[in-house]
């Protein structure tokens, strides 16, 4: 027995934004690789397959409103949002559909320069992969590119007694007139109750009791899609490489930045065993294993082009960054110890500073005094580990950040509007094209102070009216707030062009 089919609109999936969707970090995942990208300024076509409630594909398109947008998904709850959304915001350059992937097939549209696809391939039935497969080889063009995510083996592996539980919790122990919901969240709390046994399964592999913890923080939808569906399949990085093969798609990237930084991630033994290895399928295994990964994300192309050396180095030269956090708060996490480990603290401190006045190439950097005689290559590598903790993101060209001005501020108007209510919280960069995840009180106070600018009280009123009066909220400590706000937040916020 499994968990009970639900109505399409009953159980839904978390109003998630991936980064790795952008076509800005499509591209710089590319070049860095040395690969011809896309060019960000040409009217492209891109379509998110199994696209949830949309939030990244209309970010996207937001951010690159020269562009043409398509996103599709089963569950007639998540395209209804979307299209609200998509309405509120204004973004003609988006269509979505209540399509399946086999629906998908008959539908007209143009050819597509990029396809994407998160939380999708792993998770959907052999059949519904070759459909996958078919729309892709019928819609990619020469040249395009393609972005999919899956649960990789043989990392994965650990993880499967853990979905076997969830299903032996549905067919022994659940209630038969619970609902999906309810026989999840039960499951979780069977599970947690063995954990707390002390011994076994649960405490031999510390990942899965990781992985139980953020399963009960983010709820019974998240845990039915991850562990629970019928077609759960992790898949090994060969098999995806094959039934990619015969569209032309060859392996490009990592989309992760950080994950082309061979020298962080890898020691120095398997970088060896890696480099001797000629066969790209299997030196790709062959991480996976020496990684123990269980989640890829990955770039393939259709006739990937090579960059010349020339060409690439000054692509990376004159690729710009942006610093995303307040310069005062940058947190002291291991991307940033690792990188002030192969910079040098005063270097790494030049390159914050120069970043926290404005988007900056890499070429400029370079001239700061703390930098002489960095490479164009160790910086832009010290960047990409920077962007793997959202300490920096890479910008888009100084055109595009102009034409993207209007829509993006548009978009993010919606979300403020919305206040975080519906479950969207992201509001985007129009320097970078990327967005950002804020709390439902900070959606709040961004939208009061955009009402009351630059008058602390009048935000502090607003806001303690919003959080239950007066019997609830501390008015001085909202003021404090407020003026924390202006004097930190709100520059932030104007550097990464949210407002």
Not at 14 to 41: F, M, N
Not at 92 to 97: L, R
Not at 243 to 250: I, M, N, R, Y
Not at 371 to 383: R, T, V
Request: aromatic fraction near 8%.
């Amino acid at each position: 027995m499994s968990l009970p089919r639900t109505a399409p609109n009953e159980l839904v999936y978390t109003h998630g934004y991936y980064a790795a969707l952008s076509p800005g970090v499509i591209a710089t995942a590319l070049e860095s690789r040395g690969l011809r990208a896309p060019d960000l300024q040409a009217p492209l076509c891109y379509f998110e397959l199994g696209m949830g409630f949309g939030v990244s594909l209309l970010a996207n398109a937001a951010s690159f409103p020269h562009m043409r947008f398509f996103g599709n998904d089963f569950n007639p709850a998540h395209v209804a949002y979307a299209r609200d959304l998509a309405r509120d915001a204004g973004l003609g350059n988006v269509d979505v559909f209540e399509d399946g992937f086999e629906e998908l097939l008959d539908r007209d549209l143009p050819a597509m320069d990029i396809i994407v696809m998160h939380g999708v391939y792993s998770w959907v039935s052999p059949a519904l992969r070759q459909a996958i497969v078919r729309f892709v080889e019928r819609r990619l063009k020469p040249g395009g590119m393609v972005y999919v995510s899956y649960n990789a083996l043989p990392g994965w592996a650990p993880l499967l007694p853990l979905r076997e539980l969830f299903h032996l919790h549905a067919a022994h122990v659940a209630a038969p007139d619970a609902d999906a919901a309810g026989q999840l969240q039960g499951a979780l709390d069977f599970i947690h109750s063995l954990s707390a046994c002390g011994q076994g399964y649960l405490q031999s592999h510390p990942a899965v009791q990781e992985r139980l913890r953020h399963a009960q923080a983010e709820g019974p939808n998240y845990a039915l899609h991850e562990y629970v569906g019928p077609d759960s399949h992790p898949l090994y990085f060969h098999q995806v490489a094959s039934e990619f093969a015969p569209l032309g798609l060859t392996f490009a990237a990592p989309a992760v930045l950080a994950e082309q930084v061979d020298s962080a991630c890898l020691s120095d033994g398997l970088r060896d065993l890696l480099a001797s290895t000629a066969d790209p399928v299997l030196r790709e295994t062959l991480r996976d294993y020496g990684l123990d990964r269980s989640f890829r994300r990955d770039l393939f192309v259709r006739g990937p082009e090579a960059l010349s050396p020339a060409d690439q180095a000054a692509r990376l030269l004159e690729r710009e960054w942006v610093l995303a956090v307040q310069r005062e708060a940058v947190p002291q996490c291991a991307a940033r110890d690792l990188v002030a480990q192969r910079l040098g603290e005063g270097a790494l401190t030049d390159v914050l500073d120069a970043l926290a006045a404005a988007p900056a190439p890499v070429r400029d950097l370079l001239s700061r005094p703390a930098l002489g005689g960095l490479d164009g290559a160790a910086l832009h590598e010290a960047l990409m580990l920077l962007a793997s903790s959202d300490v920096v993101m890479p910008a888009l060209p100084a055109a595009l950040r102009a034409t993207a001005r209007a829509p993006v501020r548009a978009f993010n108007a919606a979300v403020l509007a919305r206040g975080g209510s519906d479950g969207t919280r992201h509001l985007v960069s129009g320097a970078s094209g990327l967005a950002v995840e804020w709390s439902a009180p900070a959606l709040w106070q961004i939208r009061a102070a955009q009402r009351h600018a630059g008058d602390p009280q009048a935000i502090a009123r607003e806001m303690v009216d919003a959080m239950g009066g007066p019997e609830v909220q501390d008015f001085d400590a909202m003021a404090a707030s407020a003026q924390r706000y202006l004097d930190r937040r709100a520059p932030l916020l104007r550097r990464l062009e949210v407002l």
